[in-house]
């Protein structure tokens, strides 16, 4: 086995560690598409090995059960969103102009997806939201945004539950047909309308540009 | 055979007649059940002729294949909603009244009946909107409401798809968790907001009293 570190201190993998975080990714990636496909509840282990192309024992290599690699590709995808919204958004001390920029950033990210629009179509969750934590986010922020006045709700867990329902709806929508190019900014409007953000403010907001750096697909590289 | 005819034109069935009605009813309710347990994507013949008590073989006498089941299934469920909440609502000239009524009454079959939530959003459907057809209804209201002045909406498409979106969470909710009794309620105050119906007019027809004959469960009873 060759030992490729060639800087002391810096943690470059051995081949047989590349491969087998490879193997890994592939398992994931797999389980990540027919969660997308079809939803977390009737996979079958010897289905995700053979979309992954690894043999059926190497599967017990990286995960325990099932559970296990669902879990760890909800995790994966979970984190990856909140990096990504919140890395953009972090720069932002207006509290509407940065929640518009996650949201914008999420709906463009369905559009541009189709598996990742399925997926967290898939995995949203009745009652505890969506399994993925946007649903969260999303509520803690109209939640915080209510009490500081940015936002006006007449009560706040039916303008959470309209806002996630058109959302939920929309992603639907952009998952299983083409939508047109400015689909993502009529949601987005929609959802500013609904938290009585004044017209002339949504209108700025919408204006302020993406982050052009395209997001990779989910699980594309190696973690 | 009997003949049970006690009057002429009076159309009673004979004995093996009822009994014919009898096995497609309960071959109609497993399929609704497993429908709203968990979606019409995969059913199994075998699973609800077991589930109805029936005879593999005598499914064929009443439906030619799964699909027209699940269709039968699908437009008795339709047929049924249109006609309760048709009679219900049609009594009221005024608009606003009309569709606050069939929300209602919408909301509170949720509410009290879990197998018919489910349903509901297992057969809710992208793009096509719901396959029950109630979806379509509320959509046509709301763009008939808002021709007519009774609702006013900055984009009919995106309001629509938040009701929409709304109504969808709300069953989910009601099917999955035990529910306040003023939660229906609730949610019909948040959808004619949506639709920016004044406040006091909302208070009025939500005080508007429900037809109280109770709504036997679907399927209950030979049709």
Same mark, same amino acid.
């Given at each position: 086995m060759r030992d490729d570190t060639p800087f002391a201190g810096t943690a470059v993998k051995s081949r047989a560690e590349r491969r087998r975080e490879d193997t890994r990714r592939r398992l994931m990636l797999a389980t990540? @598409?027919? &969660? !997308? =496909? /079809?939803? !977390?509840? +009737? =996979? $079958? &282990? *010897?289905d995700i090995t053979e979309a992954a192309d690894v043999g059926y024992g190497s599967f017990y290599n990286h995960f325990s059960t099932k559970d296990a690699i669902v879990d760890a590709v909800i995790d994966a995808a979970r984190e990856r969103s909140l990096s990504i919204y919140h890395a953009a958004? !972090?720069?932002f %001390? +207006? /509290?509407v102009e940065a929640f518009a920029l996650e949201l914008r950033m999420c709906l463009q990210q369905c559009l541009e997806d189709k598996t990742w629009a399925w997926y967290l179509v898939r995995t949203f969750k009745p009652g505890g939201g969506c399994r993925i934590g946007l649903f969260e986010r999303l509520q803690r922020s109209i939640a915080a945004g209510t009490a500081d006045g940015s936002f006006v709700c007449h009560d706040v867990e039916m303008t959470q539950a309209a806002i996630g329902g058109l959302l939920l709806i929309a992603a =639907? #929508?952009? !998952? #299983?047909s083409p939508m047109? %190019?400015?689909y993502p900014e009529r949601v987005a409007a929609e959802v500013l309308r609904q938290l009585h $953000?004044?017209? *002339?403010e949504i209108e700025r907001v919408l204006n302020i540009p993406l982050p052009n @750096?395209? &997001?990779?697909?989910f699980l594309a590289h190696a973690a």
């Open positions: 990540y @598409t027919m &969660i !997308a =496909l /079809r939803g !977390a509840d +009737n =996979l $079958v &282990i *010897q958004s !972090a720069g %001390e +207006n /509290r =639907l #929508s952009m !998952a #299983s047109p %190019e400015d $953000v004044p017209a *002339q @750096t395209p &997001i990779p697909p």
